[in-house]
């Protein structure tokens, strides 16, 4: 039987591919947004940004998650219209329901969250970005599931147009700062999400099955709390930050958190290809042996692309942008980190999917969430930015560690920790000198030699990188 993560080379380049190039465009935009906003202005956005996030995480309830899991379950394709009906009504009834309640209610319950940022007008802005979003959600992932990266990949990068081509409008054109990103953010994303509606509709029956959502809403529900705690842990620094120190310092940490999305970029390619790969490649036989010579590659390059990361972001940010936000380079390496824990994630977590042991991933997401609240609360009063990167860095290893011991008891995969092991040493050996040279070739020729060491510890081989070439 051929291996489905003989699939997976192409369809995350391709994700990866669109990723990337939405990536540099944001850094083609940064001269301009940095130079018509100011970092109170970027702290702003900061601030809007996380609540958009959460509020999106309400209203999408991580149904796309149970997406991904049952789609494939449906051999019959008038089953996956009406499983896919079904998922798309109801988020379309619950989200918009709850974003009107909250335009009535606003004021009231959200003018308490930030010290300066107000419901009206940012907030309000913040929840209907939240609801066009949210329409986009469940057709990308039936894209996913039908492993169809180049149409789900046109999607993403129309809808980034959209964004980009209004914020540049209102920014530059009307010089409306930080409420103009946003409107142009409403824009782009009411637009794009007529198309995803247009989109979808050619799938779907238009009902609402009571066993399929029943189904869905059992398995999503306690991924919903797991997703609202990974907010917690990633996220909600921004709100100690913007209360306990200055929007200021929110603008720089919210430039820096965009160069470490970098590296989210690169790493959410292999997962969306990764997802419906890894439930075909486990019901194979050696489906596990299958995974285990990939996770080693994966984690290997996940360092490397760290490392470039890491070590090139600082003179990047000299370059794009303004002097008063160069002082944000000093939080991406933590940043990058806490990102780069996505890649082994990704390898631990759907094991425990798998099984659908989805209310001990709950509780564990939980745990660390509460970990992670409680160093913000005692790392950003010393140590500002840097203790606010720090506080999700902390949240994120104890998730990663507890959770890979959860998946190692119901679906353990043999994993060379070894090679994993060796190759997260040649990184970090090798960004010490790095980052500390002023020389731009010679950190080139650093990180240059990662893949050179791989190959000479024995971490990757030859034959290896010809068969993932071929």
């Known amino acids: ?53 959460f509020l999106g995480l309400i209203l999408q309830l991580n149904l796309n998650v149970a997406m991904m899991r049952f789609y494939g379950d449906f051999d019959d394709e008038n089953k996956r219209r009406q499983f896919t009906g079904t998922l798309m009504l109801f988020t379309l009834a619950w989200a918009s329901l709850l974003v009107v309640l909250l335009n009535i209610l606003g004021p009231a319950l959200l003018n308490h969250i930030y010290r300066e940022v107000r419901f009206e007008p940012y907030l309000r802005v913040g929840t209907w ?50 409420y103009g990103a946003l409107l142009g953010q409403l824009i782009g994303a009411g637009a794009a999400a007529g198309a995803y509606l247009v989109l979808i509709r050619r799938h779907i029956e238009l ?13 999503s529900l306690p991924l919903l709390v797991c997703a609202l705690g990974g907010w917690a842990m990633d996220t909600s620094n921004r709100i100690f930050i913007e209360r306990l120190i ?57 360092a490397g692309f760290t490392l470039a990361v890491a070590v090139f972001s600082g003179p990047a940010i000299r370059l794009l942008t303004q002097p008063r ?17 996505t890649a082994f994630w990704q390898l631990i977590v759907y094991p425990v999917m ?28 010393v140590f500002g930015v840097i203790g606010a990167a720090l506080a999700s860095l902390g949240g994120n290893l104890v998730l ?43 950190r080139l020729v650093l990180v240059a030699v990662y893949p050179v060491l791989l190959l000479a510890f024995g971490v990757v081989s030859r034959e290896q990188i010809r068969r993932l070439v071929r």
């Open 1 to 53: 039987m051929t291996s489905p993560i003989r699939k997976l080379p192409k369809a995350a380049a391709i994700y990866a591919t669109g990723d990337i190039l939405i990536r540099a465009a944001n850094f083609f935009l940064l001269p301009l947004l940095t130079h018509y906003m100011s970092p109170r202005e970027y702290g702003i956005l900061g601030s809007v940004t996380p609540f958009t996030l």
């Open 129 to 178: 970005i939240a609801l066009c979003n949210t329409i986009g959600i469940l057709p990308l992932a039936m894209l996913q599931m039908q492993q169809r990266p180049g149409m789900h990949r046109l999607f993403a990068m129309s809808t980034f147009a959209l964004n980009a081509g209004f914020t540049l409008f209102f920014v530059i054109y009307l010089r409306m700062g930080a």
């Open 207 to 219: 009902k609402i099955v009571r066993n399929m959502l029943k189904l869905c809403l059992a398995f």
């Open 246 to 302: 200055s929007l200021d310092q929110l603008g720089l940490f919210n430039l820096a958190s965009q160069f470490s999305m970098i590296l989210t970029y690169l790493l959410s390619g292999v997962g969306l290809a990764f997802a419906p790969l890894f439930y075909e490649t486990v019901k194979m036989p050696g489906g596990k042996a299958v995974l285990a010579r990939f996770g080693v590659l994966y984690i290997a390059a996940a």
């Open 325 to 341: 936000f160069h002082d944000s380079a000093r939080i991406v390496p933590i940043l990058a980190l806490t990102q780069a824990l």
């Open 354 to 381: 798998l099984k659908e042991r989805t209310s001990w991933l709950m509780i564990l997401v939980l745990i660390s969430a509460a970990i992670s609240i409680g160093l913000n609360f005692w790392l950003v009063p």
């Open 400 to 442: 990663n560690a507890i959770v890979f011991l959860l998946s190692r008891r119901v679906y353990p995969v043999p994993y060379d920790y070894r090679r994993m092991g060796i190759a997260l040493i040649v990184a970090l050996a090798l960004y010490l000198p790095a980052s500390a040279s002023p020389s731009i070739p010679l």
